[in-house]
């Protein structure tokens, strides 16, 4: 089954935003360290932002300035709010987080599915 789930990937022209969301299923019953991740075609995956359970973030230097990584613990959920992109940040984006997972509340590493994001020039 899927617990984490990304969603908002589109198409955007330079200089646009998009704002991704994951979210995680009931099967989870929180969510730990979390970071977000993209992948394009040939290239390895790569960590964007990450962010802890209280907040604390750390941003690749690159995106520092263009992305907010953030998250609500009560809604389980978890944000990357990209602005000014480039036809470079095309990738498909995915949702990492270590995951208490009902019932036994075991934690595991989970990857959600990816959301794709294509920038245009």
């Known amino acids: 089954q899927v617990q984490l789930v990304e969603s908002g990937g589109g198409l955007v022209q330079a200089g646009g935003s998009l704002r991704l969301s994951c979210a995680a299923s009931?099967?989870?019953?929180?969510?730990?360290?979390m970071a977000w991740y993209r992948q394009s075609p040939g290239k390895q995956r790569e960590l964007v932002a990450g962010?802890?359970?209280?907040?604390?973030?750390n941003y690749i230097d690159s995106f520092k300035g263009r992305f907010t990584i953030s998250r609500d613990n009560s809604k389980k959920m978890a944000w990357l709010q990209m602005n000014s992109l480039k036809p470079e940040d095309t990738a498909v984006y995915y949702c990492?987080?270590?995951?208490?997972?009902?019932?036994?509340?075991?934690?595991?590493?989970?990857w959600g599915q990816g959301t794709q994001v294509t920038v245009s020039s």
């Open positions: 990492n987080a270590d995951i208490n997972v009902k019932p036994t509340l075991r934690m595991i590493n989970s």
């Open positions: 009931e099967s989870v019953a929180s969510m730990n360290n």
């Open positions: 962010i802890t359970r209280g907040g604390i973030t």
